[in-house]
Structure formats: structure tokens, C-alpha cells
T-cell receptor, first 113, second 115 residues
Framework: DQQVKQNSPSLSVQEGRISILNCDYT??????FLWYKKYPAEGPTFLIS?????DKNEDGRFTVFLNKSAKHLSLHIVPSQPGDSAVYFC????????????FGKGTKLTVNP | KAGVTQTPRYLIKTRGQQVTLSCSPI?????VSWYQQTPGQGLQFLFE???????NKGNFPGRFSGRQFSNSRSEMNVSTLELGDSALYLC??????????????FGEGSWLTVV
């Protein structure tokens, strides 16, 4: 039972354009969401997070949107840069003092120069 | 400020052996959790520790165990290694679990190959 789903295994965009990575979840107990960027053989690097009390959070080129009713979140990267090419993971955790992250399978983003 | 440090970075073990992996969290962080990444299963939660107590455990067999020390450093152990245990083992740390804005940071991981 996959509670966090990233339905697009890969995404290719042109440098300077917007990258939109999507994530859906099924567990209504999730209320804190994080996005990580990962290169092969390295640990995930934290990008941005959002709490369920918000619907948007921005940090520089990265914006995360949360639609609780649809159980959907998205990560927008504007403008996209070749250095953004990596695998992006969406993760969710329930409230209640747990650090147990449930990860999606990841989306491989390729930004072409 | 040093990040999450994991040792060793790479190791090769034989089936049936056991292995111990070490994690030093970011200074001041008291929560440590462990994850396994494999190509087939993705990133999966192993266990979580806070103040030397295991708070949560993932769906892994009893061969997988861990502990946390008073200085927040953590170790995980896998006994009777199987070929399927070959994976990247990741440690993560955070300040206080379950609080809004509590960012969870990952180490570089320990690559385990079982032959």
C-alpha cells in the first residue's frame, strides 16, 4: 500500500522554464510534508517543507503547494537550472511526535541547457 | 556546523555475517532515524530514536536492530546478513520530533554490499 505516490518517474524541462513535480498521498493523518533532492549514492538533501496548516511555502526558486482536500502537493522550481537535475522525493509524516517519513518513489528531473 | 556523519561509507560483507553502522547527528539534534534505500523498494523507514528510546519501528525483521547513546549518537546492526540486505543505509537527525518546521537532515549514507 503506497501511501505517498509520485506518479511521474521522470520529467524533462528546458533551462529557465518551470519544473512542476507532483505528489499525492492517501493517509489523512499526514500533516507535514517535505521535499528532498537526491543524487546517486548520496543522502537526500532537504529542499523545502510545508505544514498542513498552510497551502503554500516559498524558499527562493522553490515553492511547495498543498491541496489538503485533494491530498496533493506540488513542488515548483522557477527558473529551472541544469544543476537542479536530480531525483526529487516527496515525503510525509503524521503529527504526533514521530519522525517516520513515508517517501514516494521519486521523480527524476532533467534540466536541459 | 557539521552535518549528519555516517561511518563507514562503503563496506562489503559476506552472507551470514553481521554489520554495525554508526551515525553522529548534527550537534544539538536529539532525534535520529534510519532508512534503507534499495532500487526496488525505494526509501523505507527502519527505526527512530529520541533520548535513547526507540519511538517507532518500521516493517523489518528482527535481524535489524538499533540503539541510541546518551550523546545522541546511534548505531544500527544487521545480523545474519542476506543478499537482499545490500542497500544504502541512511541516517537522519532532527532537533525535536513532531514539531512544525522541524527539518529532518540526512547523512551521506553507508553503502552495504552483501556477497
Amino acid at each position: 500500500d503506497q501511501q505517498v505516490k509520485q506518479n511521474s518517474p521522470s520529467l524533462s524541462v528546458q533551462e529557465g522554464r518551470i519544473s512542476i513535480l507532483n505528489c499525492d498521498y492517501t493517509n489523512s493523518m499526514f500533516d507535514y510534508f517535505l521535499w528532498y533532492k537526491k543524487y546517486p549514492a548520496e543522502g537526500p538533501t532537504f529542499l523545502i517543507s510545508i505544514s498542513s496548516i498552510k497551502d503554500k511555502n516559498e524558499d527562493g526558486r522553490f515553492t511547495v503547494f498543498l491541496n489538503k482536500s485533494a491530498k496533493h502537493l506540488s513542488l515548483h522550481i522557477v527558473p529551472s537550472q541544469p544543476g537542479d537535475s536530480a531525483v526529487y522525493f516527496c515525503a510525509a509524516t503524521p503529527r504526533g511526535g514521530s519522525e517516520k517519513l513515508v517517501f514516494g518513489k521519486g521523480t527524476k528531473l532533467t534540466v536541459n541547457p | 556546523k557539521a552535518g549528519v556523519t555516517q561511518t563507514p561509507r562503503y563496506l562489503i560483507k559476506t552472507r551470514g555475517q553481521q554489520v554495525t553502522l554508526s551515525c553522529s547527528p548534527i550537534s544539538g539534534h536529539r532525534s535520529v532515524s534510519w532508512y534503507q534505500q534499495t532500487p526496488g523498494q525505494g526509501l523505507q523507514f527502519l527505526f527512530e530514536y529520541f533520548s535513547e528510546t526507540q519511538r517507532n519501528k518500521g516493517n523489518f525483521p528482527g535481524r535489524f536492530s538499533g540503539r541510541q547513546f546518551s550523546n545522541s549518537r546511534s548505531e544500527m546492526n544487521v545480523s545474519t546478513l542476506e543478499l537482499g540486505d545490500s542497500a544504502l543505509y541512511l541516517c537522519a537527525s532532527s532537533l525535536v520530533p513532531g514539531t512544525d518546521g522541524n527539518t529532518i537532515y540526512f547523512g551521506e549514507g553507508s553503502w552495504l554490499t552483501v556477497v
